[in-house]
Nanobody
Framework: VQLQASGGGLVQAGGSLRLSCAAS????????VGWFRQGPGKEREFVAA????????YYDDSVKGRFTISRDKAKNTVNLQMNSLKPEDTAVYYC??????????????????WGQGTLVTVSS
C-alpha cells in the first residue's frame, strides 16, 4: 500500500485546513491510520490516529478538540480536519498505516507505510 498526503498550505492563525491521505494498492479497512507531524527543528510527533481494533480515535492533547480524524470508505481516504490552527501547528504532516497495538498507537514504530508529507504553515 502506498500513501499520498495532500491538503497542506498556508493559513492564518484561527483558520482551518483539511488534510487527506489516499491509499493506492490497498484499502485502509484492515489497518490503523495515524497522522504525525514534524515541525522545524523538532522530532516527529503524534497528532491523531484511528484504530482498526476498536474504531476509536486518539489525539495528542495539543490538538484535542481542534482536530478530527475520520475515514471515508467510499473515497478510500483518511482525513484530518484541523480547526483553530495555531502557529505552533506549523509542520510537515505525515499519514501512516499499520497495526500498532492500542497502547503503542501514538508511536511511529508500529506503522510501516508512510506518506510523503504535506506542509502546513500557520501564520500569526
Amino acid at each position: 500500500v502506498q500513501l499520498q498526503a495532500s491538503g497542506g498550505g498556508l493559513v492564518q492563525a484561527g483558520g482551518s485546513l483539511r488534510l487527506s491521505c489516499a491509499a493506492s494498492g490497498g484499502t485502509f479497512s484492515s489497518y490503523s491510520v495515524g497522522w504525525f507531524r514534524q515541525g522545524p527543528g523538532k522530532e516527529r510527533e503524534f497528532v491523531a490516529a484511528s484504530a482498526v481494533q476498536n474504531m476509536r480515535t486518539y489525539y495528542d492533547d495539543s490538538v484535542k478538540g481542534r482536530f478530527t480524524i475520520s475515514r471515508d470508505k467510499a473515497k478510500n481516504t483518511v482525513n484530518l480536519q484541523m480547526n483553530s490552527l495555531k502557529p505552533e501547528d506549523t509542520a510537515v504532516y505525515y499519514c501512516a498505516l499499520g497495526r500498532p497495538i492500542i497502547s503503542e498507537i501514538s508511536r511511529p514504530l508500529g506503522y510501516y507505510a508512510w506518506g510523503q508529507g504535506t506542509l502546513v504553515t500557520v501564520s500569526s
